[in-house]
């Protein structure tokens, strides 16, 4: 059974940079694509990032283009957000998650979901 356990939130001041990391502790992610979804309080769940299994595809939100990168490490069996040029609007718990579509991008198509990592971006 996939466990994803996120790790990599703190506080930064605006401007920076965070690396969020998205392991599995139960089975290899092998076959699944993985997103990172955020949610700030009051919000709904957003869709930031995904990655297909293969790696060798990738889709962001508007939102966070040209600032974030995902990707993945099949050896590690971890999946990376790395987060740039922080706002604070990028402030909000974000969440890793597995899921069976090629590059899904809504929260329907995710059948397993971490516990969350809070992120907190500083003006």
């Known amino acids: 059974q996939v466990q994803l356990v996120e790790s990599g939130g703190g506080l930064v001041q605006a401007g920076g940079s965070l690396r969020l990391s998205c392991a599995d502790s139960?089975?290899?992610?092998?076959?699944?694509?993985m997103g990172w979804f955020r949610q700030a309080p009051g919000k709904e769940r957003e869709f930031v990032a995904v990655i297909s299994w293969s790696g060798g595809s990738t889709y962001f939100a508007d939102s966070v283009k040209g600032r974030f990168t995902i990707s993945r490490d099949s050896a590690k069996n971890t999946v990376y957000l790395q987060m740039n040029s922080l706002k604070p609007q990028d402030t909000a718990v974000y969440y890793c998650a597995a899921g069976v579509s090629t590059l899904p991008t809504v929260p329907s198509q995710f059948a397993v979901w971490g516990q969350g990592t809070q992120v907190t971006v500083s003006s």
């Open positions: 139960g089975r290899t992610l092998r076959g699944f694509a």
